[in-house]
Nanobody
Framework: QVQLVESGGGSVQAGGSLRLSCAASGDTYSSRYMGWFRQAAGKEREGVAASPTGGSSAYYADSVKGRFTISQDNAKNTLYLQMDSLKPEDTAMYYC????????????????????WGQGTQVTVS
């Protein structure tokens, strides 16, 4: 089992920035990749950014490329999402997730491959 706790959400004006954090605990050695997802009211959950655990590659949704950056601090078992140039359409509940399947590439942006999820943190851009 892996436990994930997100933090850093809040309300910000358009053009502003937020940094989300996700602290992982438990059987983190089994995690092969981690990602950020978001779900706006009335919409399906979508992949925002993801990367292999301990790897340097990263994958982003087209809607956030150039504005969001995913990073990891393996020593702290913490995943981050730096969000810049925020837009009202970025408003959503943001979730951190991790998975242990043998997948690569853009599949990491699909929520179906993730085994553990955090409770979410709300981001509101006005």
């Amino acid at each position: 089992q892996v436990q994930l706790v997100e933090s850093g959400g809040g309300s910000v004006q358009a053009g502003g920035s937020l940094r989300l954090s996700c602290a992982a605990s438990g059987d983190t050695y089994s995690s092969r990749y981690m990602g950020w997802f978001r779900q706006a009211a009335g919409k399906e959950r979508e992949g925002v950014a993801a990367s292999p655990t301990g790897g340097s590659s990263a994958y982003y949704a087209d809607s956030v490329k150039g504005r969001f950056t995913i990073s990891q601090d393996n020593a702290k078992n913490t995943l981050y999402l730096q969000m810049d140039s925020l837009k009202p359409e970025d408003t959503a509940m943001y979730y951190c997730a991790t998975g242990k399947e043998w997948i690569l590439g853009l599949l990491l942006l699909s929520h179906r491959w993730y085994n553990y999820w955090g409770q979410g943190t709300q981001v509101t851009v006005s």
